[in-house]
């Protein structure tokens, strides 16, 4: 059992966790950036957001009317801005003196502002926390293709950037959940609670995105389903039984032609209903890091409400958020890359992630151009070098629909709610 000290208070490392040893050359950093997506502050923000969330998509204003009323009733402001503020807060404060940054790709404060004001400041070097914790296009390599753009936008003097490894199984992120699944379980009557099924939840994105996720492929729902065992393994431990569980999906949009993840959450808690074998639901929104807009509409309203019209007690644990063992988490994560050889602490045996992501990780299996991807290996924010393909593993003229899935819609609109999770608002 290893101690840590978690923000003035302390916690323990459990002793099962999967545990190796850094071989990596320390890298010396200035400061800290936290990546996240961003999201309007007011009413008159909810528009533009969403005109640069789906530039170049061709989406008409009308569509994105219809959209914002979602803001709408939550005032016309996403909350993710104000856990972000509570983050970067927490993560000062744990850091202290090193300077913490945060940039958006979609909505103040920019990428690119960050950037800029971190060259001022003379920052050389940058570790990048990103608000996802799972390997995905949507939840690492776009964010770091935005890096790349800023700091070309940046120009001469823009930071290098580093990226801190997937966190989806690091007791920080996983052992606060493990909490408050108990939690909700302890607020259902005993004769239901026996019986409550947990429903875990994350983002769907197409197939072919989660097929080239990580750098061998299919790691976002290895990654996730991975993360859910060890929550349930440890829920059992706490409360003496080990309930069913499910890992399902949320907010699949685009054109139907094109497959996505599934079940959608609301299709599976409608079918648990009907086989009258499940009475209680917790559902655990493992994919996401904070209750932002997608949490608080697309599962505590829309699921929340399918479960009751199919007879099901519905509860909702909450997200990480600021719980201090998350914030010393992050802490723990840069000093793994500033000494190089400290442990790296994993609860599956999928984990540790890999400290620096390979070139074309969880890149598009499509021909042609690569853009360019900070944060990584060199080579991979270097466009013409190896720009056929996904390499010498690919097979030959195939190609991924994942752009398509990226770039087109039908009858929705698809957008980002959190780092990782593209959801429709």
């Known amino acids: ?49 969403l005109r640069n969330v789906t530039r170049g998509r061709g989406i008409p204003d009308e569509r994105l009317a219809q959209v914002a009323e979602q803001y709408r009733r939550f005032g016309g402001r996403s909350p993710i801005n104000d856990q972000n503020r509570e ?36 920052v050389g070097r940058a570790a990048c926390f990103v608000t996802s914790a799972f390997a995905s296009y949507s939840g690492c390599r776009q964010y770091r293709e935005n890096l790349a753009q ?13 990226k801190l490894r997937h966190y989806f199984d690091h007791p920080g992120f996983v052992l606060p959940m493990v909490d408050h699944v108990v939690d909700e379980l302890a607020t259902i009557p005993a004769a ?17 995105q989660a097929a080239s996720s990580g750098p061998d492929g299919d790691a976002y729902p290895r990654q996730l389903a991975a ?15 080990r309930h069913r569980h499910d890992l399902v999906y949320s907010s ?16 599976h808690l409608a079918a648990l209903g009907a086989t009258g074998d499940t009475r209680s639901v917790v559902v655990v929104p493992i994919g996401f890091v904070s209750d932002h807009m997608e949490v608080v509409h697309d599962l505590d309203m ?15 644990a909450s997200t990480v958020g600021t719980d201090p063992r998350f914030v010393t988490m992050v802490r723990e994560l840069l000093d793994e890359r500033r000494h190089g050889d400290l442990p790296r602490t994993a609860l599956s045996s999928m984990g540790p992630s890999h400290d620096v992501c390979p070139l074309w990780c969880c890149a598009p299996r ?36 994942h752009d398509s899935a990226r770039h087109d819609v039908h009858d929705s609109v698809t957008v980002h709610n959190d780092v990782h999770n593209v959801g429709r608002l």
């Open 302 to 316: 829309v699921a929340a409400e399918r479960a009751r019209a199919a007879g099901l007690s519905f509860r909702r």
């Open 192 to 208: 239901l609670r026996e019986e409550t099924r947990l429903v875990f939840v994350a983002h769907s994105i197409p197939l072919a």
């Open 366 to 401: 499509s021909l042609g151009r690569r853009p360019p991807a900070a944060a990584g290996v060199p080579a991979d924010e270097e466009p013409d070098r190896d720009t056929a393909g996904r390499g010498p593993d690919a097979p030959d003229g195939r190609l991924d629909t």
């Open 150 to 162: 800023s700091r070309a936008q940046v120009g001469p003097g823009a930071p290098e950037l580093i």
């Open 87 to 122: 983050l970067l807060a927490a993560l000062r404060v744990e850091l202290a003196p090193l300077p913490v940054y945060w940039g958006n790709r979609n909505w103040s404060p920019f990428l690119t502002d960050a950037l800029e004001r971190m060259r001022r400041d003379g």
């Open 252 to 267: 699949r949009s685009g054109p139907p032609a094109v497959p996505w993840l599934v079940p959608d959450v609301g299709d």
């Open 227 to 241: 993360a859910a065992a060890v929550i349930v393994d440890r829920v059992a431990l706490r409360t003496g039984r």
């Open 1 to 49: 059992m290893r101690r840590v000290v978690a923000a003035g208070d302390d916690y323990d490392v459990p002793s099962d966790s999967r545990t190796t040893t850094g071989q990596a050359e320390p890298v010396h950093v200035d400061a800290l950036l936290l990546v996240s997506f961003g999201g309007p502050q007011s009413p008159s923000d909810v528009v533009p957001f």
